[in-house]
RNA sequence: GGCGGGUUGGCGGAGAGGUUACGCAGCGGAUUGCAAAUCCGUGAAGACCGGUUCGAUUCCGGUACCCGCCUCCA
């Protein structure tokens, strides 16, 4: 069996991955906070996990491995939205209105990593509502495990808030190299007359009636953010599980917290023994803000006409640790080599799953801290093998049916010729016919023109002695060639 | 101010204490009416200073520069 190896932020160090249960792997990763569209450094963590997902499935097989990402759906900018909609005339109760906002959320969120070729997470393999819990429906829970720790003092309410007693935990800090002494010092802590600590943090607090809210021991509230993670984890992985994801970003505090207060309520666990984290996102250099003015969602890309596997592809090619650059050279860089490939190897059939056998070379880089640049190197040299190119691409989420049928569709009505759509075979025939006069006549002006105006269209123009074939390239346009018909 | 990460050839971007990364671009050639595509071949690197070592771009220390986090952003 392939040893997976991945480094620890825990550990600050690259280690082997051994599985608590290896019938049953099981992976959290912080999930979107669903109050807009997901942007394309939402994306991000979803392909690395995503991909290491897809590497637990194949070495401890897929009904062994758990994975669970969570939407947050309580959340301060989800309100505001809500009551905006409110005012502006919404029918409905605020609540209602908070729903249809998280629900129309959720639903774009799917149908964007669906295109960027995510799998859905699952339990043991299971597709399923839990697999994706949202905080909303563990509220229970969550009360319940605050209640634990005012009982063990880790933590007390004050004016309606619940906080967490950073000073009764002493390895916080130890995630993200931080002395709770060094982050005072330095620091901008929010100080509020109901914390006894400037660190402390809050686990619940009180909800006005333009707030969503449900009633606790402390009156009508709300959760904290890093208390529901906690919760979702215990009560779906238990209170010791492998894998923790999620952005570097999220590293402190929300991990740091989450630690603290899954520690302290479940001192026989030991939460997460893995802790991963990807670097962020920058766009052309500079990191992606509204202010920049280089702030896109994943959907902007797709319906712009890039598609997700060219995304997803541009991911692959940075390691998860190093910060990221999406840049238009290599946005095109990815989209001619998935040409190519989809090129080599439309007309074949994906070989059945359980026939096929992922190539080991392509394993090994994924399995060595996740180099997916390395994989993308390794299916690069299973080109002159179309059908285990297919394969192992397909493997790792690109080449997916959807652009294969694109891809098709193109070049099918294309070479078949048909109605409205230009005929392709007929245009090569033609421009063949004009060719060969013009060896002869050594008057090359018609076929140039014809050639230009393929070209002008986004077509390529291969000919050669043996004849004239037109492919059309990612950016063809079909309503260009009309005037040649 | 505190903590962390980075600096590789024209560009992107990996691995490895000594042996070709790879892709794109470039250059030379084959092919072509000219191109495109394809094929063959090829030059080019390791921010700076010191240390460890027979030998470092790879380990250690320092300097410079860049980036992130410290603000419920992945």
């Known amino acids: 069996m392939v040893t997976i190896r991945l480094t620890n932020s825990k550990t600050r160090k690259k280690e082997d991955f051994v599985p608590i249960d290896a019938k049953n792997v099981r ?45 947050t759906d309580v959340d301060d900018k989800i309100n505001a939205e809500a009551l905006r909609r409110q005012k502006a005339g919404a029918p409905g109760t605020l609540e209602e209105l908070i729903h249809q906002r998280t629900e129309e959320t959720i639903a774009w969120y799917h149908a964007d990593m669906d295109a960027l070729g995510a799998l859905r997470p699952s339990i043991k393999g299971v597709v399923s509502e839990n697999a994706e819990p949202r905080a909303t429906e563990f509220i229970t829970q969550m009360i319940a495990m605050i209640d634990g720790l005012i009982a063990s003092d880790h933590a007390y309410a004050k004016d309606g808030h619940v906080l967490f007693r950073v000073r009764s935990y002493k390895d916080y800090g130890k995630l993200s190299g931080r002395s709770v002494d060094d982050m005072i010092a330095g620091a901008r802590v929010e100080v509020a007359p109901f914390k006894e600590d400037p660190m402390d943090f809050v686990l619940w607090k009180p909800s006005s009636d333009e707030e969503p809210g449900w009633s606790s021991p402390w009156g009508r509230g709300r959760p904290g953010w890093h208390i529901e993670c906690s919760a979702m984890a215990h009560e779906l992985l238990g209170q010791s599980f492998d894998i923790h994801g999620g952005g570097l970003d999220l590293q402190f505090p929300h991990h740091e917290n989450e630690i603290a207060q899954s520690a302290c309520a479940h001192p026989h666990g030991d939460f997460a023994h893995y802790w991963l984290h990807n670097e962020m996102l920058q766009v052309e250099g500079k990191k992606m803000s509204k202010s920049l003015g280089n702030f896109f969602t994943v959907r902007d890309l797709l319906d712009q006409g890039i598609p997700g596997e060219v995304i997803r592809f541009v991911f692959l090619m940075t390691h998860y640790r190093s910060p990221m650059d999406w840049t238009e050279a290599k946005r095109k860089d990815a989209d001619r080599t998935l040409a190519n490939w989809h090129l080599q ?3 074949l059939d994906p070989t059945p799953a359980e026939e096929f056998v992922a190539d080991r070379s392509l394993v090994e880089a994924l399995a060595e801290d996740l180099n997916t640049h390395m994989a993308l190197v390794r299916l690069r040299a299973l080109q002159d093998q179309p059908q285990a190119l297919l394969d192992n691409a397909r493997w790792l989420g690109l080449l997916p049916d959807s652009e294969r049928q694109r891809f098709r569709n193109s070049w099918l009505s294309l070479s078949a ?8 075979a007929e245009l090569a025939q033609r421009l063949d016919h004009l060719r060969k006069q013009a060896i002869d006549s050594k008057d090359f002006s018609a076929v140039d023109a014809l050639k230009s105006a393929l070209i002008a269209a986004g077509v390529e123009v291969r000919m050669s002695k043996s004849g004239v074939e037109l492919v059309p390239g990612s950016d063809f346009d079909p309503a260009k060639l009309e005037a040649l018909q």
Do not use: Q
Not at 32 to 49: K, M
């Open 27 to 71: 992976m959290y990763v912080c999930g979107p906070t669903v109050y807009d569209r997901a942007h394309l450094g939402n994306a991000r963590p979803v392909i690395v996990f995503d991909t290491l997902y897809r590497l637990l499935r194949h070495v401890y097989g897929a009904d062994h491995v758990t994975y669970v990402r969570n939407f």
């Open 345 to 347: 190897t439309w007309e």
């Open 417 to 424: 010729g048909s109605g409205s759509s230009p005929d392709f």
